[in-house]
């Protein structure tokens, strides 16, 4: 009696019994199933599941049915010597290929995947999409096969040379795979075919601010902003974020270089998107660069470095009233020298550069 709760456990009894005396009994299995289902419980419904597959072994779309079934609920390890044995029945078949591929990239078995994405390829060369690429490079990519993933990524591209989505998956696993010349080379080809290529720029840019190219990596940056205006604040907090740590190792060095790669990062975000931290950080990068320029003026008597000294304290004195309240105590004291500072660098100036 369906309406009432012990029919699921007397459906149980009887079926169980059933089945000890004969494994391949297809309607206690079906039925078992039925109850497991009705009572939710997923572990039981899938041995049942199974149980009522092998009653039926020469049922192709019963097995066919299990695979879908326990792919869709979370299960597509289990299914994977299921849909094997169809292969193996159905020698060179491209749909049982294909599903063989796909379950096992649903049970992120990437070992498997990419040699069985090969096999149904070749049995079916129309199935070389592009959308075939972009899964073979991403389970090369899952399996940590860098190297691989960015050739199966230059094959794709060269059999469609107007994807910028192929060149920029080469590019990153270029990256990952240490050929930084490489993937700078396939991202500037990925933006010469859509210069709005989502994403593309931005590993541009982290990749030329990894080599040092302060300059190209901003115009990058400044590149993906113009492309998407929206972009705007995640990209100037990416520059900020570069531009703190080139700061943090100018404060470690001393070095002027580091300095001023640090200022043209924190500019850069600051024209973006301004910010209280890219204002102070610019700030006292400036004064940095000021102080010990200005302290060997009475030295050098150069004009090129006297005008650098003005031009670093005009930072200083327009971002930090900004920046103040990220360090108020640093500002006060910056800002207190800068009277000071600037009637004397404005002297040298008159008395250099004339």
């Not at 297809?26 to 041995?47: S, W």
């Not at 570069?242 to 190792?249: K, P």
């Not at 940095?288 to 050098?300: D, G």
């Amino acid at each position: 009696d369906s309406s009432t709760k012990p029919w699921k456990d007397s459906v149980l009894a009887v079926t169980t019994a059933t089945i000890a005396l004969d494994k391949t009994s297809k309607i206690a299995h079906q039925l078992q199933y039925d109850v497991y289902k009705a009572k939710n419980d997923t572990t039981n419904q899938m041995t049942a599941l199974l149980g009522l597959m092998n009653s039926d072994p020469t049922n192709t779309t019963l097995r066919e049915s299990v695979i879908s079934e326990l792919v869709n609920t979370g299960r597509a390890a289990s299914a994977v010597p299921v849909v094997k044995q169809l292969v193996t029945e159905n020698p060179g078949d491209p749909q049982y290929l294909r599903t063989y591929w796909l379950v096992l990239r649903a049970a992120q078995n990437w070992k498997e995947a990419i040699p069985a994405g090969m096999a149904y390829a070749a049995a079916d060369p129309t199935a070389a999409d592009s959308n075939f690429y972009f899964r073979m490079v991403s389970d090369l990519a899952a399996d940590s096969s860098y190297a691989k993933a960015a050739e199966m990524a230059s094959t794709g591209a060269a059999k469609f040379p107007k994807s910028s989505s192929l060149l920029l998956m080469k590019a990153q696993n270029e990256r990952r795979a240490g050929q930084i010349p490489a993937a700078i080379a396939s991202l500037e080809n990925a933006l010469r075919l859509d210069p709005k290529a989502p994403g593309a720029n931005m590993l541009r840019a982290q990749l030329l601010s990894d080599q040092g190219k302060v300059d190209e990596a901003v115009a990058s940056v400044k590149a993906d902003v113009a492309a998407d205006a929206t972009n705007k604040e995640r990209d100037a907090q990416f520059l900020l974020s570069l531009g703190n740590t080139s700061y943090r190792a100018a404060v470690a060095s001393k070095k002027p270089d580091d300095y001023k790669k640090a200022l043209a990062l924190l500019q850069a975000s600051e024209s973006i998107n301004p910010s209280p931290q890219s204002k102070f950080l610019a700030a006292v990068s400036a004064y940095q660069l000021f102080a010990p320029i200005a302290q060997e003026l009475a030295k050098t008597k150069s004009c090129t470095d006297a005008r650098a000294a003005s031009g670093y304290l005009d930072v200083v004195s327009t971002m930090m009233p900004g920046g103040g309240s990220v360090d108020a105590a640093t500002a006060q004291q910056i800002l207190g020298a800068v009277p000071q500072s600037k009637a004397y660098v404005d002297a040298q100036v008159k008395r250099l550069c004339k």
